[in-house]
């Protein structure tokens, strides 16, 4: 409307400022993460931002569900998720976790724009960086100094990976247990015991027994 261009809402440039700033402090979780890797140019950190969604997922919300076409991955700025599929005969079987800094999607059904294998779930209320396939191979035509990045932070994922299946076949259950306390102890107490239990292979009352003695 004619000579309402200049009109000002009270609070309005306060809150877009507000929202901003929120904005700024999502995107430097995920830049901090790349300067432990790679350096990387201030002008063209400033462009991550146009390529990524920030969303927020309530518990138990579904970031991703097996047998979906997966294109997206995942920066978890904060909370918690776990990848999980179901098994024949109808129980999840949770495969992996991702916590603060850590990305999660279904990898292979991101890399080939396939039906995902696994579903993801929010164990908490959790706040990401969602980037697609596409955003992704544009992004690092304009930064190639990224896939550096993506090389390094998966290759230690997978070195992470192979460490876990070698105790799986070599630690008895006690022992699995004890080592994966030992090494991640906050994140023991952040975890359902019943998703914990499913990621370790024991029955929720096993583990319970287990905690029950390993914590008298």
Same mark, same amino acid.
């Given at each position: ?73 995942? @920066? ?9 599929? %179901?098994?024949? &005969?109808?129980? *999840? +079987?949770?495969?992996? =976790? ?66 876990? @299946? ?9 022992? %699995?247990?004890? &080592?994966?306390? *030992? +090494?991640?102890?906050? =994140? ?29």
């Amino acid at each position: 409307m004619a000579g309402q261009t200049g009109l000002i809402i009270p609070g309005f440039s306060w809150n877009c400022n507000n929202f901003a700033r929120k904005q700024d402090a999502v995107i430097e979780n995920l830049t901090n993460h790349i300067r432990k890797f790679c350096p990387i140019e201030a002008e063209k950190i400033h462009l991550l931002e146009s390529y990524f969604e920030h969303r927020t997922y309530r518990k138990k919300e579904v970031l991703l569900s097996e047998g979906q076409r997966c294109h997206e991955k995942y @920066f978890i700025v904060k909370g918690c998720v776990h990848l999980y599929y %179901l098994k024949q &005969n109808g129980v *999840e +079987q949770t495969t992996d =976790f991702a916590l603060e800094n850590w990305w999660t999607s279904d990898f292979m059904a991101f890399q080939t724009g396939s039906m995902a294998q696994f579903s993801i779930r929010a164990v908490e209320t959790t706040q990401v960086l969602c980037i697609t396939a596409n955003s992704q191979r544009e992004l690092l035509k304009q930064v190639p100094e990224l896939n550096a990045y993506f090389h390094l932070v998966f290759q230690k994922a997978y070195a992470a990976s192979q460490i876990r @299946f070698r105790l799986l076949y070599e630690f008895s259950k006690e022992e %699995l247990y004890r &080592n994966f306390y *030992e +090494q991640f102890p906050q =994140f023991v107490q952040r975890v359902p015991q019943y998703l914990l239990a499913s990621f370790l292979g024991f029955t929720p009352e096993y583990l319970s027994e287990i905690r029950k003695k390993y914590l008298s």
